[in-house]
């Protein structure tokens, strides 16, 4: 089996000179790089664990890679089928459950793409489609729950 492997590096920018003394003491704030990537992506947790709403947080970022990855397989089977996709964007959305403990999990995602292709006589299976690009894509396939799709496609 091919195997392909991704690396990234973390760098906690968040250390207001008491390092993580107590819970109030440092931010979550970090940068997300990748080697041979040009921008930083600056993180930090969901404002509801103390951080900062106008950065990323994990869960913001695992949401959209589900839906990017999701959206890439589709255009791939659409072209794949001559389906000629004119535009295509998605309004996902995701609940995580937290855990009496603290921790939490992803427990539903819906992905809400608005499609819109070239000819209408295609509308029902650009649809059909998207239940194949849910099999065939890698984040959904590394989840542990069932990955809802809502999909809207309309004609030019």
């Keep these: 089996m091919k195997?392909?492997?991704y690396t990234?590096?973390?760098?906690?920018?968040?250390?207001?000179?008491?390092?993580?003394?107590d819970y109030r003491s440092y931010t979550r704030?970090?940068?997300i790089m990748i080697d041979?990537?040009?921008d930083t992506i600056k993180g930090s947790s969901?404002?509801?664990f103390l951080g900062d709403p106008t950065k990323y947080n994990p869960e913001d970022l695992f949401l959209s890679?589900?839906?990017?990855?999701?959206?890439?397989?589709?255009?791939?089977l659409c072209a794949s089928n001559q389906i000629t996709v004119i535009e295509y964007i998605d309004q996902a959305s995701g609940t995580l459950e937290m855990a009496k403990n603290g921790s939490g999990q992803f427990?539903?995602?819906?992905l809400n793409p608005s499609v819109t292709i070239a000819d209408k006589s295609d509308i029902e299976k650009a649809n059909e489609l998207h239940k194949e690009a849910n099999?065939?894509?890698?984040?959904?396939n590394s989840c542990n729950f069932i990955i809802k799709h809502n999909p809207k496609t309309v004609s030019v």
Excluded: R
Aim: charged content about 15%; glycine content about 8%; hydrophobic content about 30%.
């Design 135 to 140: 099999k065939m894509c890698f984040i959904a």
């Design 3 to 5: 195997k392909h492997t």
């Design 107 to 110: 427990t539903e995602v819906t």
């Design 8 to 21: 990234s590096t973390i760098v906690w920018t968040g250390n207001k000179g008491q390092g993580t003394q």
């Design 65 to 76: 890679s589900l839906s990017a990855c999701h959206m890439l397989w589709y255009l791939h």
């Design 29 to 31: 704030n970090h940068d």
């Design 36 to 38: 041979g990537k040009y």
């Design 46 to 48: 969901d404002p509801a």
